[in-house]
């Protein structure tokens, strides 16, 4: 039984997906004792500045609250971090090409209507996270299940989830950073993501194996 009152949690979506996507994680984070909630954008049409002012309004009327990301979410979630001034919890992203999506770019240039798939937010997508806001407590739980499309197109070097590259996921500043085996849709429906990503919300770091 959790006493107390519950840290809000928002929860971002990705890319041609929907608030109620986020179901199963918002429900591991419950029972981790936090108040999960979702919220929908839209991910196609949506221009990148609407979107972020939009998200950094309710994060503004959520004080206290950290916010959780899937993917495209982590890239607008960041940039809406900025908007929020007195944006005092901690983020984590899940698969989030922080540092460029090359399947983003492979399927805009070579796919039949990629520009188009790719929505609005495709400059976004190609160019990553410039720098991580001040301050921020920022985790990463990349994906290595490499399931998924995106590696047809974007041929990865390395391990990816079937969509990004777990470099695509590295950049300068992260608080913590972590691979698991899961795809990169799968990242959502994981346990084992839920409870990191529940520890990194209370700790500002993930839990890793020991090195024997």
């Not at 984070?29 to 309004?57: C, K, N, V």
């Not at 399947?103 to 209507?113: E, N, Q």
């Amino acid at each position: 039984m959790i006493d107390g009152p519950r840290t809000p949690v928002l929860l971002l979506h990705g890319l041609w997906m929907h608030a109620p996507t986020l179901h199963w994680l918002a429900n591991g984070l419950a029972r981790a004792g936090f108040a999960p909630q979702a919220l929908g954008y839209w991910s196609l049409m949506e221009d990148t500045p609407s979107a972020t002012a939009h998200i950094a309004r309710v994060l503004a009327r959520m004080p206290g609250a950290h916010l959780v990301a899937h993917s495209l979410g982590g890239l607008l979630g960041l940039e809406a971090v900025r908007q929020v001034t007195d944006f005092a919890g901690r983020v984590v992203c899940l698969g989030s090409p922080l540092a460029g999506s090359g399947a983003a770019t492979a399927v805009a240039a070579h796919v039949p209507g990629g520009r188009q798939l790719m929505g609005a937010h495709l400059p976004l997508l190609q160019a990553g996270a410039e720098a991580l806001p001040e301050g921020v407590e920022v985790g990463m739980i990349a994906g290595s299940r490499p399931i998924g499309l995106g590696g047809v197109v974007a041929h990865f070097r390395g391990a990816h989830d079937g969509t990004v590259a777990v470099e695509e996921t590295r950049v300068a500043g992260l608080a913590d950073h972590v691979v698991l085996d899961a795809s990169h849709s799968g990242l959502i429906f994981s346990r084992e993501v839920a409870g990191q990503t529940a520890h990194f919300l209370q700790e500002g770091r993930f839990q890793h194996a020991a090195k024997g």
